[in-house]
């Protein structure tokens, strides 16, 4: 079955670039997904990415997607405090089969 | 507000009791789904209906019921609780045939058991 994997942990200060990395391991991933969980909250979608796209911006977000290498990565461009949360990359290969999500990347970002 | 709800937002209970958690979405989808979120944070799907119909049921033991009254309404009903079924539970939704197929995820129930 799918495997998501994500570095746990992610360090940086107010006003650098964060970038997030994330890979998978099913080919047939079609959707890629980025959720954001604050502390005691739920998840919240970030952005997505389809596996025919190679890039998506959006404002401070950019997501890149290398589907040969299976690996998909999110830069969070200005990071501000308000960005500290865990971010989940979550994988899915069609509409009716479940997403299956990486163990979330921590990031604390130091004023 | 439209969103998806649950509740309760935290449950505390012991071991071998029953319990339920309740999940609504006013968003008009079609589809939704019980997530398990660990300790450690890792995020499991359990179950997805569509339709009131049960399409994805992941390894879960059978004292977890999900049931669907209808379209909005996703309940979730644990009988004989262990300890090891402390977790967050999240439920989601999406619109099927959406472009993206997101899902939208509730607020989550903390649930504890002693």
């Known amino acids: 079955g799918e495997d998501v994997e994500q570095s746990l942990f992610l360090s940086v200060r107010e006003g650098d670039s964060s970038v997030i990395n994330c890979t998978y391991t099913?080919?047939?991933?079609?959707?890629l997904y980025w959720y954001k969980q604050e502390p005691g909250a739920g998840l919240q979608l970030l952005t997505y990415?389809?596996?025919?796209?190679d890039m998506k911006q959006d404002q401070r977000l950019t997501v890149l997607l290398n589907k040969k290498d299976k690996h998909l990565s999110l830069r969070i461009a200005d990071t501000q405090t308000g960005d500290s949360a865990i971010y989940f990359c979550?994988?899915?290969?069609?509409?009716?089969?479940?997403?299956?999500f990486g163990k979330g990347t921590r990031l604390s970002v130091i004023a | 507000d439209t969103a998806v709800s649950q509740t309760p937002k935290y449950l505390v209970t012991q071991m071998g009791n029953d319990k339920s958690i309740k999940c609504e979405q006013n968003?008009?989808?079609?589809?939704m789904y019980w997530y398990k979120q660990d300790s450690k944070k890792f995020l499991k799907i359990m179950f997805s209906?569509?339709?009131?119909?049960?399409?994805i049921n992941e390894t879960v033991p059978n004292r977890f019921s999900p049931k669907s009254p209808d379209k909005a309404h996703l309940n979730l009903h644990i009988n004989s609780l262990e300890l090891g079924d402390s977790a967050v539970y999240f439920c989601?939704?999406?619109?099927?045939?959406?472009?993206?197929?997101?899902?939208?995820f509730g607020p989550g129930t903390r649930l504890t058991v002693t």
């Open positions: 989601a939704s999406r619109l099927e045939g959406s472009p993206s197929y997101e899902q939208y």
């Open positions: 099913d080919s047939s991933s079609t959707y």
């Open positions: 990415i389809f596996s025919n796209m």
């Open positions: 979550a994988a899915q290969a069609s509409g009716n089969t479940p997403l299956v």
């Open positions: 968003l008009g989808h079609d589809t």
């Open positions: 209906y569509n339709n009131k119909e049960l399409i």
